[in-house]
């Protein structure tokens, strides 16, 4: 177990815990194969709050691969869009044409394909070795290489090195178990003025709507707008602009100073969170998933899931859905043929419905679950029943 500190500031994690969360999936990513099922097992999660900056994160390890950038969701229609609208207003607000930026931790380039077609400069840095081949081979200019304090940010052959203008990180931030350092490292590779574009997951919305099942292992942090711009403020920047993007990001340019120290506005001391909205739905989606899986049950009917994220995880390992569906639905090819962690439901690709086919599906991807219902009408037909988990409440579309 990990020293409890806080992870941005380093005071101590005092007191007990905001709250514990059992038979949570150990890891969003490392998916189980058959022959894993039988060690492969759920765990308790342990969320606190740091007194002193108000960061809320988990006390446990980081996952093994917290410097990886594995994404399932980036060439959808919805995040392809999101992601031009934003570089298009970071390049217009701090006039980037024709300037060299860097993405820290870019996956197989699925994002840095996008910033390609706009007019500047564009690098990326990604840890995981068969990932950076995979953007390589789409002709993208990536390398091997992982941000920490003291690390010379540029590529083995020297051909692209820094001052870099800007930098993009785009929900890497909430993984890292020191992030300052991370933050510090780019900042030391930007030019005097360098800017960037971060998004994280916002705890705001996962407390506004009490989505218990946004958390996850995989993410150490959940930050807020303010421990956010603690946070960066830390390593050496300052935030431009915030905003919330997609309903469940939050999303800030941020420009680097020479002072180290976070502004005066930093709280010292931070106000307790109320999470009892958070432990409440996990009570009322408990037993809307119980009650469904009744209703469905006394009309004989079955039922599939549709998204193997850390949501669809969480959801199937805690309630009773993981238990009476089928399989869970996913595009990702290589989720499919696996198990989804501590629920071990079968992980399928979207055509084996057709070989299997269920009378309903339950799509657990926020941010997606118009597009996949469009999906399944064009592809299972209209009689099907298509329900949602949206917020903390179950809908039908």
Known sequence: MREKICIVCKSPLEGNPLMTLNHMPASAQDIPGKAELEQEKGIALSLHQCSTCGLVQFSCEPVSY????????????????????????????CHLEGRKLIEAGCGQGEFLSVLTRFPVEAHGIEHRENLVQMAQEKGLSVWRQFAQEGEVLASPDGSVKGPYDGFLSFNYLEHQPDPVSMLRCIADNLTENGVGLITVPSLEY????????????????????????????????????????????????????????????????????????????????????????????????????????????????????????????????????????????????????????????????????????????????????????????????
Do not use: C
Request: without cysteine; aromatic residues 10%; proline residues 3%.
């Open 66 to 93: 917290y410097k990886d950038v594995i994404r399932s969701g980036g060439y959808s229609t919805t995040m392809v869009n999101l992601r031009t609208r934003q570089y298009k207003h970071f390049i217009d607000f």
């Open 206 to 397: 996962i407390l506004q709507y009490d989505g218990y099942y946004e958390l996850i292992r995989d993410h150490l942090a959940y930050y807020t707008f303010d421990t956010l711009r603690y946070t960066v403020e830390t390593a050496g920047f300052e935030v431009l602009e915030e905003k919330m993007v997609n309903r469940d990001t939050l999303s800030v340019i941020v420009r680097k100073r020479n002072s180290l120290k976070p502004s005066k506005s930093v709280k010292k001391t931070a106000e307790n969170l109320d999470v009892s909205g958070l432990i409440e739905s996990q009570n009322t989606i408990g037993a809307e998933m119980n009650e469904l899986v009744g209703d469905l049950e006394k009309q004989g009917k079955s039922l599939a899931v549709w998204g193997a994220s850390h949501q669809g995880f969480t959801l199937a390992s805690t309630t009773k859905i993981g238990e009476f569906a089928r399989y869970m639905i996913d595009s990702a090819p290589f989720k499919q043929g696996r198990y989804a962690p501590a629920s071990h439901l079968p992980i399928v690709s979207p055509d084996h419905f057709s070989h299997a086919p269920v009378d309903a599906v339950l799509i657990v991807a926020p941010g997606y679950t118009e597009e996949i219902a469009a999906i399944i009408k064009e592809r299972y037909g209209q009689n099907i029943e298509i329900l949602a988990l949206k917020s903390n409440h179950l809908e039908r579309i």
